[in-house]
């Protein structure tokens, strides 16, 4: 199992990135996928989630109407679409899925929100 994040970055208050995580080793189709982030003596905090099939998706309260979460199961590949980026969102960015009843995460993509 491989998760690798890409389109992190330095943005403005109040603008965008939107994160990839590619995904291979498995079945991408059959798992929910998530995004977290992590901030220096923090714990690791759920940002959103996707069901396998895309037809649930869940959102941390404090990315509700901001983040948009979604996959394209051809293209393995889950995306996180994040607007009105405020300084608070400054994290590492992981791709996080259960396979096979074990953990997997990407190696995480740096969001800093600075002017």
């Known amino acids: 199992v491989q998760l690798v994040e890409s389109g992190g970055g330095l943005v403005q208050p109040g603008g965008s990135l939107r994160l990839s995580c590619a995904a291979s080793?498995?079945?991408?189709?059959?798992?929910?996928m998530r995004w977290y982030r992590q901030t220096p003596g923090k714990e690791r905090e759920l940002v959103a989630q996707?069901?396998?099939?895309?037809?649930?998706?869940q959102y941390a309260d404090f990315v509700k109407g901001r983040f948009i979460i979604s996959r394209d199961n051809a293209k393995n590949t889950v995306v996180l679409q994040m607007n009105s980026l405020k300084p608070d969102d400054t994290a590492v960015y992981y791709c996080?899925?259960?396979?096979?009843?074990?953990?997997?995460w990407g190696q995480g993509t740096v969001v800093t929100v600075s002017s």
């Open positions: 080793g498995f079945t991408f189709s059959s798992y929910h």
């Open positions: 996707i069901s396998s099939g895309a037809g649930y998706t």
């Open positions: 996080y899925a259960k396979v096979w009843g074990l953990d997997y």
